[in-house]
């Protein structure tokens, strides 16, 4: 029991980031770059814990596009 839950958590989580954002669109108009970067920088990991085999280009380019993510979050954040 203790195993399919922790499969589970992170997936679950995930999408519940990705559901909400565009409630948070309707209701204030605009979509919060900082979720949908920690979304694409833990996608690779929440698949290998459900035992899904992605391939090592995919999971470079998933870490690429958080990392420019996460400097387009911190460039609009302070600048």
Do not use: R, W
């Given at each position: 029991m203790k195993?399919?839950?922790n499969k589970w958590?992170?997936?679950v989580?995930?999408?519940l980031i990705l559901f909400t954002q565009p409630i948070h669109?309707?209701?204030?108009?605009n979509?919060?770059?900082a979720f949908?970067?920690?979304?694409?920088?833990?996608?690779?990991?929440?698949?290998?814990?459900?035992?899904y085999k992605i391939s090592k280009r995919l999971e470079q380019?998933?870490?690429f596009?958080?990392?420019?993510?996460m400097i387009y979050v911190i460039w609009s954040t302070f600048f």
């Open positions: 195993k399919l839950f958590i992170l997936p989580c995930l999408l669109y309707y209701l204030k108009g979509i919060n770059p949908i970067v920690i979304v694409i920088a833990l996608l690779p990991a929440a698949l290998k814990g459900l035992e380019l998933l870490a596009l958080a990392v420019l993510g």
